[in-house]
């Protein structure tokens, strides 16, 4: 999932540098960060950095990339220096260099070795009650939890949903703070947003309430910072272990009683001396979607049964008729926003996916993409296997799609027909004297990735973000 | 000396394009940069929402939609 | 009419990246290590290389979170897994297979109160790793030295690929990816060869360069010399083979000298081969050469070699020859011609013509590349790599 890593990353990334210089100083941070927020090539610049004593003279660094990747390699450099982990120093002989910073240094080079001192990494629990708390049953809780959260949201729609009341009210009033529901005339209504939210694939939803929690923990008195190292230290458990409380800060504690409301966290009672990790907290730093598949395979199977990897529910035809083997009201309300619905059997509904129906779903908000990727996360096994096989018989080429192509396609031409101006706020640089000094930030915006749109003729180029090709500008003064 | 404005770059067909412009006639409050060419332009950030939904009203009404039903 | 038309919007189905399996075969040749401690102007005891080796696991554990790494030791008489290893517990699955399991608790790790505080995973591989090699010393008997210099490369080789095989297959039946009734049918005609290992082959290739699929490579850190392997020639060369056809690169880190079926392997497998001149800098050659995985290779310049050694080693005696001569039926090598003309591997007659006779006018004996074609049968037969026999 494309958008998965965006969020966290535009949510980090708007940080000031002195949050950084504090979230490094834990290993588990920066293991994190570097883990989920770079792309390949900036790992690898990182790792061949990290162990070198003396800055590294940028030409190197650069002439290691081939010359058809500049763009790659530009844009790694670019991410690493917004997470300030990559800075520009000067050898000793004056010479442009690299050098990976060093609070995330020392502390990528002590999550890798190990260090004394620090719990970064969790204190496992070491009274051994193995056996009172399974794998299955973390799932379950967690399915239970999570699945009790979409259902708040959903099942206020109007749609008749029964919804459990173990919701705390810290979550209900996180929705809210999120705007992913309102309340009027005191009944709860999902938003635009909140419909967004809940096509999302699991691993992207729990990203979303833990930014919101983030944001909103500086109001109820607690340090941002600290919260969120506390975040990432969660995700660097291992599943099915109970770890020490009595380590934890009184803000940590806080925050680990609120995550356990959203199956983020186990614990059997707020006084236990341990809790456990679920499946949502350990795979929160995988890249890997799949990896939340058993995750999001019992939240969406038929009565959270199954626990196999990859199983889904919907099987749809080209020629747009979908059938889904379930019967979670959840999941019934979900398909309901982008299908009209026309037949529901004990275990199975049947509909029709129409351009009406993917109109009313874009105007509340939904975007194809959501809708495709979660008829394709939620594919049964049989679709998976039939096109798999198709595939790998005719064209190379192309990705095997799990979805009918046709569908595909026909439902994001429905969108793109509401869709007629594709829109990207940013800046417009203009009132360049000469092309020469258009040319140059021109080509620099391009290689770090930000050019939208130039004009050679009139001299004006547009660009998503503009710091660092105003900073390149400065310096060329 | 170069100028960096802020602003939503537009893509679109030269016929919405025109639109746009028609629009922007009436009190010159949507365009920061009409870019010259037939499918982009630069509009303030703040008039994006009200620019959509008043050209999906336009679109709705002008443009014809072939019948379907909902039904099989 | 429509610039923005549906194309372009594509591109947002961005998939995740396949995690990469790396399998280390480690040389842990105990007279190796000896003679490079001694030797080496710079020298690099085993223990720190292990302590380097280990970062190095960790670095590619640390780049995503499915990434998996296994450790093979090719010792001096045998070949180890070093991780991850058959927990004692062993319950053979109904295939009579061992699960071999990263499980921590194996030793009985009770003693948490002092560990040091590290991500679990990392921990569970060096605690294994560490303790396997522990034991694999201890196991290590004097006659077990005394008899072999040379180091169980080919098996390890063998483990290693048989352990990306299973994995691979794992991955793909928990992903959805190809099952193995599809993959048997696009084998197509090409089943010639039956084995499991090159049916995977055709899956591997047709996903290559998609996301699909585990990707993996292996890492050859060696330190014994060169001599000690042609006696594994044919072995090695077909696990080599089958990497070739697995698309799975195989590198090289050699910490001293060279070794000719070694580069041989790096260069057919278009993995990196690189001899350490300095080998106390063992790490940071990791980091830097060996740490990306195919994905960044495709942007990064690689270090390779220009001049690899293309010896083979005859199959009678098992030397390393310039010249031989070579079956036209199976293409066998051999350093001199077979007695009576009989292929030692396919046992086909070979018509040696007058070869061996006393010459009459050629004054040098100098031995000659010689293919000769035996009857009919030479050109029907066309083989694309030696299938040597024992």
Redesign the interface.
């Known amino acids: 999932?494309?958008?998965a890593p965006s969020r966290p990353f535009d949510y980090l990334e708007s940080l000031p540098g002195t949050v950084f210089f504090k979230l490094y100083q834990q290993?588990?941070t920066a293991?994190a960060i570097?883990?989920r927020m770079l792309p390949?090539?900036a790992?690898?610049f990182v790792?061949?950095l990290?162990?070198?004593k003396d800055p590294i003279p940028a030409v190197d660094l650069e002439?290691?990339?081939?010359s058809?990747?500049l763009k790659?390699?530009d844009s790694a450099l670019s991410i690493l220096g917004r997470l300030h982990i990559l800075s520009n120093t000067t050898t000793a002989d004056n010479v442009r260099a690299y050098m990976v910073t060093n609070p995330f240094a020392a502390s990528?080079r002590q999550?890798?070795?190990?260090?004394?001192?620090?719990?970064?990494?969790g204190?496992?629990s070491?009274t051994s009650d193995e056996g009172s708390t399974s794998i299955g049953s973390l799932d379950e809780y967690a399915r239970r939890q999570w699945e009790g959260v979409l259902g708040y949201m959903v099942g206020t729609s109007g749609l008749g949903i029964q919804r459990d009341a173990n919701l705390s009210k810290g979550v209900k009033q996180l929705l809210q703070a999120g705007h992913l529901v309102e309340i009027r005339d005191r009944r709860v209504e999902i938003t635009q947003d909140g419909f967004a939210f809940v096509l999302q694939d699991v691993g992207t939803q729990v990203w979303h309430i833990l930014i919101l929690y983030v944001e909103s923990a500086e109001a109820i008195g607690m340090d941002s910072v600290e919260v969120l190292s506390f975040i990432f230290l969660l995700s660097?458990?291992?599943l099915g272990?109970s770890y020490e409380k009595r380590h934890l800060t009184s803000n940590q504690l806080r925050t680990l009683t609120d995550l356990a409301d959203f199956g983020i966290v186990y614990q059997s009672s707020p006084e236990a001396g341990q809790f456990y990790p679920t499946r949502l907290a350990t795979?929160l730093?995988?890249?890997?979607?799949?990896?939340s598949n058993p995750i999001s395979g019992t939240l969406s199977g038929p009565g959270g049964g199954s626990n196999q990897?990859?199983s889904g529910f919907i099987i749809i035809e080209t020629n747009y008729r979908l059938y889904a083997y379930t019967s979670s009201p959840l999941q019934i309300s979900l398909i309901a926003l982008f299908t009209t619905l026309k037949y529901r059997f004990p275990n199975l509904v049947t509909g029709k996916i129409t351009r009406q129906s993917i109109r009313r779903a874009i105007e509340m908000g939904i975007t194809?993409?959501q809708i495709?990727?979660y008829l394709a996360t939620h594919a049964h096994?049989q679709m998976?296997?039939h096109n798999?096989?198709r595939s790998?018989?005719n064209q190379?080429?192309i990705?095997?799609s799990?979805l009918p192509p046709t569908v595909v396609?026909q439902i994001?031409?429905w969108q793109?027909e509401r869709?007629?101006?594709?829109a990207t706020a940013g800046f417009l640089f203009k009132d360049f004297v000469s092309l020469a000094e258009y040319e140059a930030p021109c080509r620099y915006a391009e290689e770090i990735g930000v050019l939208i749109w130039k004009s050679d003729r009139k001299r004006m180029f547009f660009v998503t973000r503009h710091e660092q090709v105003a900073a390149f500008l400065r310096n060329r003064k | 000396m170069p100028r960096a404005v802020r602003g939503v770059l537009i893509?679109?067909?030269?016929?919405v394009k025109a639109i746009i412009l028609k629009y922007d006639e009436e009190r010159h409050d949507y365009i920061v940069e009409d870019l010259d060419d037939d499918?982009h332009l630069v509009i303030k950030e703040s008039q994006l929402q009200n620019l959509k939904l008043r050209l999906g009203r336009e679109l709705d009404e002008k443009v014809m939609q072939p019948e379907e039903s909902e039904s099989e | 009419?429509?610039?923005?038309?549906?194309t372009e919007?594509?591109e947002?189905?961005?998939?995740?990246?396949a995690?990469s399996l790396l399998t280390v075969i480690l040389d842990t040749n105990p007279h190796a290590w000896a003679l490079l401690e001694q030797t080496s102007r710079s020298p690099l005891p085993f223990s720190t290389a292990l302590a380097n080796i280990l970062?190095f696991l960790?670095?590619h554990l640390?780049?995503?979170?499915?990434n998996e790494v296994a450790v093979v030791a090719s010792h001096s008489h045998k070949a180890a897994w070093l991780y991850p290893t058959a927990s004692p517990s062993a319950r053979p699955d109904p295939d009579g297979d061992v699960s071999m399991t990263a499980d921590g608790s194996i030793n009985g790790q009770k003693d948490?109160?002092r560990q040091?505080?590290?991500?679990?995973?990392?921990?569970i591989v060096e605690e294994q790793v560490t303790s396997n090699v522990r034991q694999l010393m201890d196991l290590t008997s004097r006659t077990d030295m005394d008899n072999n210099s040379s180091t169980m490369m080919a098996g390890a080789l063998t483990l290693a690929l048989s352990h990306i095989n299973r994995r691979t297959i794992a991955w793909a039946d928990?992903?959805?990816?190809?099952?193995t009734?599809?993959?048997s049918?696009?084998g197509g005609p090409d089943t010639s060869t039956t084995s499991l290992l090159t049916r995977r082959s055709t899956?591997t290739a047709?996903n290559d360069?998609?996301?699909?699929g585990l990707q993996s490579r292996i890492l050859i850190i060696s330190v014994s010399s060169a001599t000690g392997s042609a006696h594994q020639y044919i072995p090695l060369m077909n696990g080599i083979f089958a990497c070739q056809r697995l698309r799975i690169p195989i590198d090289v880190c050699k910490l001293s000298g060279d070794a000719v079926f070694l580069q041989q392997a790096s260069d057919a497998t278009k993995g990196i081969y690189m001899s350490l001149s300095e080998p106390r800098g063992l790490?940071?050659y990791l980091?830097?050469a060996f740490?990306?995985?195919q994905?960044?290779r495709?942007?990064?310049?690689l270090p390779t070699r220009v001049d690899v050694d293309f010896r083979a080693a005859c199959f009678c005696h098992r030397r390393v020859v310039d010249v031989g001569f070579v079956c036209s039926i199976c293409l066998s090598i051999f350093c001199e011609p077979p007695e009576n003309g009989d292929c030692l591997t396919c046992g086909t007659h070979l018509d040696m013509g007058d070869y061996g006779a006393k010459p009459a006018l050629v004054a040098r004996k100098k031995k000659k590349k010689k293919v000769r074609a035996n009857g009919t049968g030479a050109s029907a037969t066309p083989t694309p790599t030696p299938t040597p026999g024992p």
Request: charged share 25%; with cysteine; glycine share 6%.
């Open positions: 999932m494309a958008a290993p588990s293991l570097f883990r390949d090539l790992k690898c790792m061949a990290l162990y070198l002439i290691w990339v081939k058809e990747s790659e390699r990528l999550a890798l070795t190990g260090a004394e001192q620090t719990q970064s990494f204190v496992l070491r660097s458990l291992e272990k795979t730093t995988s890249d890997s979607s799949a990896l990897p990859g194809a993409d495709i990727s096994p998976r296997k798999v096989s790998t018989s190379t080429g990705p095997p799990v396609d994001r031409l793109l869709d007629r101006v594709k | 893509e679109c067909d030269p016929s499918r | 009419m429509n610039a923005v038309d549906a919007h594509y947002t189905s961005a998939h995740d990246p995690p970062v960790n670095a640390a780049c995503n979170y499915a948490a109160g040091v505080n590290k991500y679990r995973p990392f921990r928990a992903h959805g990816g190809g099952d009734s599809s993959v049918r696009s899956t047709a360069g998609t996301a699909e790490l940071q980091m830097m740490l990306p995985d994905r960044s495709k942007h990064l310049v």
